[in-house]
């Protein structure tokens, strides 16, 4: 399971939310495995009075938050960090400088869904990857 949210710029962010989702899912997919009918992304435009960075970020910050079941290896989390920087720089022409990720694991039974401890769930994908 996976809850991805993203932060950013409105003005920035807006133009930019379906492709930049779909630049998300790839990669998830690629990199865990991931189911590709699974995709939960939410999306949070800031106006620039709430959004604030350090210097060395432009407009085009943006925050990746993946919230996600533990059990993948480091290796693919890294893979998959690696895959956001790569194909966002590439396909949004948004620097690696302006683009933080953090993954966020939790237990299995830490979560409910669709009526069920997570840990309950029959899932048609492999979390261990």
């Not at 133009?15 to 992304?41: G, R």
């Not at 085009?60 to 998959?80: C, D, Q």
Request: aromatic share 10%.
């Amino acid at each position: 399971m996976g809850q991805i949210k993203i932060y950013g710029v409105k003005e920035k962010l807006n133009p930019i939310k379906e492709t930049l989702s779909n630049v998300v899912h790839s990669c998830m997919v690629d990199a865990l495995k991931y189911p590709s009918d699974k995709k939960f992304h939410r999306f949070f435009p800031m106006d620039k009075n709430n959004f604030y960075y350090a210097n060395g970020r432009t407009e085009a910050y943006t925050i990746i938050e993946i919230s996600m079941f533990e059990g993948r290896t480091v290796e693919s989390k890294k893979r998959l960090i690696k895959l956001l920087f790569e194909r966002i720089s590439t396909e949004l022409e948004i620097s690696p400088q302006d683009v933080e990720i953090t993954i966020f694991e939790t237990p299995k039974h830490n979560w409910g869904i669709r009526g069920l401890p997570g840990d309950e769930l029959v899932l048609n994908y492999n979390v261990n990857v």
